[in-house]
T-cell receptor, first 113, second 110 residues
Framework: GEDVEQSLFLSVREGDSSVINCTYT??????LYWYKQEPGAGLQLLTY?????DMKQDQRLTVLLNKKDKHLSLRIADTQTGDSAIYFC?????????????FGTGTQLKVEL | EPEVTQTPSHQVTQMGQEVILRCVPI?????FYWYRQILGQKVEFLVS????????KSEIFDDQFSVERPDGSNFTLKIRSTKLEDSAMYFC????????FGPGTRLTVL
């Protein structure tokens, strides 16, 4: 079945860039997503990329996709303390009828002053 | 901005009891989903629902689980006889192009 993996923790200093990495196994993935989860809260969609793209930029967020290596990354420029959260990579593919999302383990980003 | 809402925010129940978790999806969305997140674990897909029927379900979604869209606005998840291992955060989502998630219901089974 599909699998999505992420590193568990990342610690950065305020003002630095953060890069969160994700790998996936489903070669039929069509869309790949980044969600943010703050403590006690739901999942907030940050950005997504279609599988025929290799880069997408949205303000401080840059998504890079290497489809050959099935590797996705999220770069947050000028990281702020408000960016501290868990970041989930997710993919949806052509298998199944309901476009379910398969989530990664989540990366906890800690931003230090 | 429209959003997915869920009630209650926290539900405590005794093992063996039935629970119904409620969701109000975004009004013009046609696809609806339930996911769960056991504490410290991945968010896991349970079921997707389209055109008044289940379109896909996971192995977790066994006969103890059911979903319903009883009217034009609500989408519910019923667990008939809760088990301790059903304790989790349950997220509802609805979709037009992307899936938007509700804030979740924390279910605690004692």
């Amino acid at each position: 079945g599909e699998d999505v993996e992420q590193s568990l923790f990342l610690s950065v200093r305020e003002g630095d860039s953060s890069v969160i990495n994700c790998t996936y196994t489903d070669s039929s993935s069509t869309y790949l997503y980044w969600y943010k989860q703050e403590p006690g809260a739901g999942l907030q969609l940050l950005t997504y990329i279609f599988s025929n793209m290799d880069m997408k930029q949205d303000q401080r967020l840059t998504v890079l996709l290497n489809k050959k290596d099935k590797h996705l990354s999220l770069r947050i420029a000028d990281t702020q303390t408000g960016d501290s959260a868990i970041y989930f990579c997710a993919e949806t593919g052509l298998t199944g009828g309901g476009n379910k999302l398969t989530f990664g383990t989540g990366t906890q980003l800690k931003v230090e002053l | 901005e429209p959003e997915v809402t869920q009630t209650p925010s926290h539900q405590v129940t005794q093992m063996g009891q039935e629970v119904i978790l409620r969701c109000v999806p975004i009004s013009n969305h046609l696809y609806f989903y339930w996911y769960r997140q056991i504490l410290g674990q991945k968010v896991e897909f349970l079921v997707s629902f389209y055109n008044n029927e289940i379109s896909e379900k996971s192995e977790i979604f066994d006969d103890q689980f059911s979903v319903e869209r009883p009217d034009g606005s609500n989408f519910t998840l019923k667990i008939r006889s809760t088990k301790l291992e059903d304790s989790a955060m349950y997220f509802c989502a609805s979709k037009d192009n992307e899936q938007f998630f509700g804030p979740g219901t924390r279910l605690t089974v004692l």
